[in-house]
């Protein structure tokens, strides 16, 4: 792919799977010239989520595209708070504040993760935790 595509397709960027999510990132500062923020496609199906984490260095949008899933923060260290979610929402995540998103749907939920700045999404490159397939391969999920 082109660097500084006018629109970028999920076919031409590479995949990045776990046991519990299939995800796609589609801007970060080696797509194009954006360099203070970043986009992630997240497929979480239904039981699944991510465990509660932070980004010290970054906020984060979360737009629900489908499904319903819980959403927990923690505004107060120890102190959570949960909401349901639901497609067409958005919820906005400071940066260092705890969080954890859990698919409690019976069909897969699909995010778009925003972070700003950039930076988050590379730390799924190099973790253990993801397997990072090359464009045009096709993604099974780590058993």
Request: glycine share 6%.
């Amino acid at each position: 792919m082109s660097k500084n595509p006018v629109a970028v397709t999920p076919a031409d960027v590479d995949t990045l799977i776990a046991s519990y999510v299939t995800a796609k990132i589609l801007a970060e500062p080696s797509i194009s010239d954006v360099k203070n923020m970043s986009a992630v496609s997240i497929f979480f199906d239904p039981g699944q989520g991510h465990a509660r984490h932070r980004h010290t260095d970054a906020e984060q949008l979360i737009f629900m595209v489908a499904g319903v899933a819980e959403m927990m923060m923690e505004f107060e260290e120890g102190q959570p708070r949960t909401q349901t979610i639901r497609a067409g929402d958005l919820v906005s995540i400071p940066k260092g504040v705890y969080h954890s998103t859990f698919n409690v749907g019976w069909e897969p939920v699909r995010i778009l993760a925003v972070y700003s700045p950039a930076g988050p999404e590379a730390g799924m490159r190099v973790s253990d935790e993801f397997t990072v397939l090359p464009a045009g391969e096709i993604a099974a999920r780590r058993t």
